[in-house]
């Protein structure tokens, strides 16, 4: 049970481009979602919060017009890189709790990896 | 703030040596403590978590982790590597969010 699946695994596109990250809880509901960032050979970032029917939350320097999340079901949030460029280049991971509260684990994506040339 | 230490970046074994991974985290509070393992280019899966109870927790793919407060340490234990396990291992405390150490890269010797 608790399973994530996140799509695409992988993705290429040109500078400019706005890029779509789909993340689903396929056996459970998530009334929030995390959304993380990955550089090579580091450990992960959280981006920001997705919440079910709400904006979402932010983590200090992440851009909220850059990376807009839209969580409007509670098995999918999806996370778009407008614009992208290729510093935007990175891992991203998905991840939702089966049960809320902050005991409880966070189940992740396979995660996207996005180049953009 | 909370945050977690992991001191080792690389650590090698060979195949069938015990495994011990150093965690070391900071917070106020009662810690809520996980070990996840990542593959390369892989999502990260859950190993075994503490909340509360018994100091000692058992977790999957015969890992386990021993948590004491006096040191503030959750550290990662397995009896006997398997090449299979060679992957990158996360230490993560989880108070108003979940902060991940570094991360530890095990490599096992055949």
């Known amino acids: 049970g608790a399973v994530v699946s996140q799509h695409p695994s992988w993705v290429i596109c040109k500078s400019g481009t706005s890029v779509k990250i789909e993340c689903r809880s396929l056996d459970f509901q998530a009334t929030t979602m995390f959304w993380y960032r990955q550089f090579p050979k580091q450990s992960l970032m959280l981006m920001a919060t997705?919440?079910?029917?709400?904006?979402?939350?932010?983590e200090q320097g992440v851009e909220k017009d850059k990376f807009l999340i839209n969580h409007a079901s509670l098995t999918l949030s999806t996370l778009t890189v407008t614009s992208a460029h290729p510093e935007d280049s990175s891992f991203y991971i998905c991840?939702?709790?089966?049960?809320?509260?902050?005991?409880?684990?966070?189940?992740f994506g396979d995660g996207t990896r996005l180049s953009i040339l | 703030a909370q945050s977690v230490t992991q001191p080792d970046i690389h650590i090698t074994v060979s195949e069938g040596a015990s495994l011990e991974l150093r965690c070391n985290y900071s917070y106020g509070a009662t810690p809520y403590l996980f070990w996840y393992v990542q593959s390369p280019g892989q999502g990260l899966q859950l190993l075994l978590k503490?909340?509360?109870?018994?100091?000692l927790v058992q977790g999957i793919k015969g890992f386990e982790a021993e948590f004491k407060r006096s040191q503030s340490s959750f550290n990662l234990r397995k009896p006997s590597v398997h090449w299979s396990d060679a992957a990158e291992y996360f230490c993560a405390v989880s108070g108003n969010k979940l902060v991940f150490g570094a991360g530890t890269i095990l490599r096992v010797k055949s």
């Open positions: 503490y909340f509360s109870g018994d100091t």
């Open positions: 991840s939702a709790r089966e049960w809320e509260g902050s005991n409880q684990p966070q189940h």
């Open positions: 997705s919440n079910e029917g709400s904006k979402a939350t932010y």
